[in-house]
């Protein structure tokens, strides 16, 4: 496993890149070692998941999915953690449906609230099982745990942290949502356009494949995709929903840079007439 490594550099702190990742075979080495945690549904995981995983569906994540992307608030984060007999020195691995969007959302999640040893299956269970690898039916039932819950500022982006970003020249504003969105011809709410300063890199850009068979990009082929995002800068993160804006987030984590989700994202941003944005080209 790579080591993180912290640089001082004319005054500003470097964050080396590091694996965040694992892969299915290196999890089958010592699936005893980590808590494997399922982002599909209940109905879905109770088909048939990873041996040995507990179920955090996704939508947990939200305080209110209808309305936005805003992360769930300490309370339910809480609850659902302490039932899950997590705490944030507990070795964890994410999964989902083979995406990585719902993986990546619960990894920034867990970031937000303190978790410290996260890491993402590059795989998802449906690669899992083409693979042959060994799933159950059984439900597991974890020992509570007395975790309570601290927030990790630097991890979330709200709509001021936002707005600062979008003035700040030491900080840096990036759109994962789709070209068509970030141009202005779709948009999730009512105006449409992006976040002023925002440089568009779609979150699927991440990835290889748009199918529930997809993997991650290597480390290397991720460097040449940020290469000209400046490692000295703040990063905040945004698509629609704050859900597939993760995955760049990830990606940003594990090439060390510092970077934020903005939860409520384009939803809340596009939606808020009193804030600024850049207007499609007629």
């Known amino acids: 496993m790579k080591k993180i490594l912290i640089l001082l550099v004319a005054g ?8 965040l990742r694992i892969e299915p075979k290196e999890f089958l080495k010592n699936t005893t070692k980590y808590t494997l945690l399922d982002t ?5 995981f109770e088909k048939g998941h990873i041996k040995g995983a507990l179920n955090f569906p996704i939508s947990l994540t939200y305080e209110h999915q209808k309305d936005n992307g805003k992360l769930s608030s300490p309370a339910k984060m809480s609850s659902i953690i302490r039932e899950l007999g997590l705490t944030i020195k507990t070795p964890i691995i994410i999964y989902d449906n083979g995406v990585f969007f719902d993986a990546a959302r619960l990894f920034w999640s867990l970031e937000v609230y303190g978790f410290t040893n996260v890491k993402m299956l590059n795989a998802g269970y449906s690669q899992w099982q083409e693979k042959g690898y060994e799933v ?3 439900t597991h039932k974890p020992t509570p745990s007395q975790y309570i819950a601290t927030i990790n500022q630097k991890r979330l982006a709200t709509k001021f942290t936002t707005q600062l970003a979008t003035k700040n020249p030491n900080q840096l ?5 789709g070209e068509p969105a970030y141009m202005g011809k779709q948009s999730t709410a009512k105006r449409f356009g992006h976040i002023p300063s925002a440089q568009n890199i779609p979150a699927t850009h991440n990835i290889t494949g748009s199918t529930e068979l997809s993997k991650l990009k290597p480390l290397n082929e991720l460097k040449k995709l940020y290469a000209g995002i400046d ?31 903005y939860d409520a994202s384009w939803k809340e941003w596009g939606n808020d007439f009193s804030l600024p944005i850049v207007k499609p080209r007629k």
């Open 231 to 261: 490692k000295s800068k703040k990063i905040v993160i945004y698509c629609a929903v704050g859900r597939i804006s993760s995955t760049n987030y990830f990606a940003l984590r594990e090439l060390g840079y510092d970077v934020a989700n």
């Open 173 to 177: 504003i990036i759109d994962a949502r």
């Open 12 to 19: 500003f702190v470097y964050l080396q890149a590091q694996s």
């Open 136 to 138: 159950e039916l059984k």
């Open 40 to 44: 599909r549904s209940k109905d879905d």
